[in-house]
T-cell receptor, first 115, second 112 residues
């Protein structure tokens, strides 16, 4: 199957700092990338949908000014958690779509811990 | 009401047992249906898509009942390696959005 990478896999930071997470599709061009968040013992919740070259579409309740998404190319999307706080500690997972249809391939996730 | 509901379990079964998971979804416009598997602290991985006619992949059988908005997954002859959380997932909207809605997952623990 298609390969999606995320970097970093784990990050620990102090409250108030910003953290950037990269999501790359390694062997295909992803027209759409998705960002999810998963809190312990909960399911994945879609945060935003990102299309290359356009603004991301955020889900209700997700602050676009706090979670900045950039999708500059067909193989790279970034999520920046600005001024992170302990409640932002979570497992952030991206996925990349192969185009029309619903096939999505997930990255390995980034575990963010904000102290 | 959650859009996708699952019994969280955990289901504790012995090796070789048959186990069934159920899932209901609330949006009748849902168009695609999947079961994903998620191991602890890992990303979800697609187990199988679910079709109205029902489909089977080895020991795994998935069924969809659109009228009842109900999806099931049956695992036969369970193995220790089947221990994981199984996520029921639905998708709707235009074919370009591919927005996935995840259930909270059902945890399976297969014991020797």
């Amino acid at each position: 199957g298609a390969v999606v990478s995320q970097h970093p896999s784990r990050v620990i930071c102090k409250s108030g700092t910003s953290v950037k997470i990269e999501c790359r599709s390694l062997d295909f061009q992803a027209t759409t990338m998705f960002w999810y968040r998963q809190f312990p013992k909960q399911s994945l919740m879609l945060m935003a949908t990102s299309n290359e070259g356009s603004k991301a579409t955020y889900e209700q309740g997700v602050e676009k000014d706090k979670f900045l998404i950039n999708h500059a190319s067909l193989t790279l999307s970034t999520l920046t958690v600005t001024s992170a706080h302990p409640e932002d500690s979570s497992f952030y997972i991206c996925s990349a779509g192969l185009g029309r249809g619903y096939t999505q391939y997930f990255g390995p996730g980034t575990r963010l811990t904000v102290l | 009401r959650k859009e996708v509901e699952q019994d969280p379990g955990p289901f504790n079964v012995p090796e070789g047992a048959t186990v069934a998971f159920n899932c209901t979804y609330s949006n009748s416009a849902s168009q695609s249906f999947f079961w994903y598997r998620q191991d602890c602290r890992k990303e979800p991985k697609l187990l199988m898509s679910v079709y109205s006619s029902g489909n089977e992949d080895g020991r795994f059988t998935a069924q969809l009942n659109r009228a009842s908005q109900y999806i099931s997954l049956l695992i036969r002859d369970s193995k220790l390696s089947d221990s994981a959380t199984y996520l029921c997932v639905v998708s709707y909207g235009s074919s370009n959005t591919g927005k996935l809605i995840f259930g909270q997952g059902t945890t399976l623990q297969v014991k020797p």
